[in-house]
């Protein structure tokens, strides 16, 4: 029997074997395009269902990308640049050129300044060993930005092949299944979920030259938030629509607690403005400093949440941070950041090792 494909997560289709990936039953096979059970179960029912395929396995399966030659579209989600970092991806792309493109730009403030965002992109970017030919932002699900990054796709692939490459949850395959529509050649959708590890292989759209454009398994970086947090807390941490700010004024000596997930220690001079922006499902809660360490062993997964308590305490790395710019935001990966509003602020921060914290110039207008 010639090998038949899923379409939706691109795993090699079988027949026999209920518990291994790619599994359809016998009946599917009569569908076209045809679908294995667990994206028939996730596309349908939202319900996901694990895949005996370990971080390695999609490790082994990009690597294929050096051998080649083509453009490769590297997605980041701008709202966790840190867990978005694929280690070593220079590696994997070997000397193929490569485009970066920051995804769910809809989430950001309609205040943000494009450029300012995108120049932190690039310096990020940098500072890892990555040179990319352009940075551009996009919203794959709102439909933003998204005929610029086919523009310079098609400028920059020169007739080759293009790979569209990321860890997991950046949208790739929501970017993908966008432009399957557009074109309108294609039967059936790729799967997509806010489970992380939903595209299982290679999926080839063809391109109009004969060319082929890649969907890829997202890589697993345990930096993101998905990976180290509950399903809920998840959920909760993650916005679904544009972030709103909320302005709190502080006095010298008083704490902003981001849940249990994040903790601001403003220690002066003068009064200032900080501004949270994070989902809005996510207690922002302000406390004296020398009350802070108390509350948080009592309140830690209650008041202060998520996450929903489930083991002990945490081990909370700790920064100390003095502005010098104007505005300055302070990034928690997977969280949001908080802009301190102001020069010469002294700022204590603590967070568990999982959640990078960095600073960078505030990139909203002004
Ligand atoms: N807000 C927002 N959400 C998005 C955007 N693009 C994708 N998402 C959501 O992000 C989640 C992951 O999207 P996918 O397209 O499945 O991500 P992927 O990169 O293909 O993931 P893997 O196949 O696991 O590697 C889904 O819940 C999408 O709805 C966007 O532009 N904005
Ligand atoms: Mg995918």
């Known amino acids: 029997m010639e090998s038949v494909y899923c379409n939706g997560c691109g795993i090699k289709i079988q027949t026999e074997d209920e518990g291994a990936p790619g599994y359809a039953p016998a009946s599917a096979l009569r569908h076209d395009p045809v679908i294995c059970r667990r994206c028939f179960r996730l596309q349908h029912y939202n319900e996901v269902q694990d895949v005996p395929m370990t971080g390695d396995d999609f490790l082994k399966l990009l690597s294929q990308i050096s051998g080649r030659k083509g453009l490769v579209v590297y997605l980041v989600d701008i709202f966790d640049f840190s867990g978005s970092w694929v280690p070593g991806l220079q590696r994997f792309v070997g000397n193929n050129p490569v485009l970066m493109v920051g995804n769910k730009l809809d989430l950001l403030p309609k205040s943000t300044n494009p450029n300012k965002l995108t120049s932190w992109l690039r310096r990020s970017a940098k500072e890892l060993g990555l040179r ?20 310079e796709m098609n400028d920059y692939r020169k007739g080759k092949d293009i790979y569209v490459v990321g860890v997991t949850n950046v949208g790739k395959s929501t970017f993908i299944n966008h432009l399957i529509r557009a074109v309108g050649q294609q039967e059936g959708t790729i799967t997509t979920s806010h489970f992380p590890g939903t595209t299982l292989d290679f999926i080839g759209i063809p391109l109009d030259d004969g060319q082929m454009l890649y969907d890829t398994p997202g890589i697993v970086n345990l930096h993101q938030a998905a990976h180290f947090i509950s399903e809920k807390d998840y959920r909760q941490v993650m916005p679904t629509r544009e972030i709103k700010p909320v302005v709190f004024q502080l006095n010298e000596g008083q704490t902003l607690f981001l849940g249990g997930m994040g903790r601001i220690d403003y220690i002066g001079p003068g009064r200032r403005s900080l501004i949270v922006y994070t989902s809005n499902r996510l207690t922002v809660h302000r406390t004296r400093t020398d009350h802070a360490d108390d509350l948080f062993h009592r309140q830690y997964g209650q008041l202060l949440s998520p996450p929903s308590r489930t083991r002990g305490l945490p081990e909370l790395k700790s920064y100390d941070f003095r502005t010098d710019g104007l505005n300055t935001d302070i990034v928690f990966s997977g969280l949001g950041w908080v802009t301190v509003k102001g020069r010469g602020a002294q700022i204590h921060v603590f967070a568990p090792e999982s959640i990078s914290v960095s600073r960078r110039t505030s990139i909203i207008k002004g």
């Open 132 to 151: 990319p030919l352009d940075v551009l932002l996009m919203s794959a699900e709102k439909n933003m930005g998204i005929d610029q990054v086919i523009e």
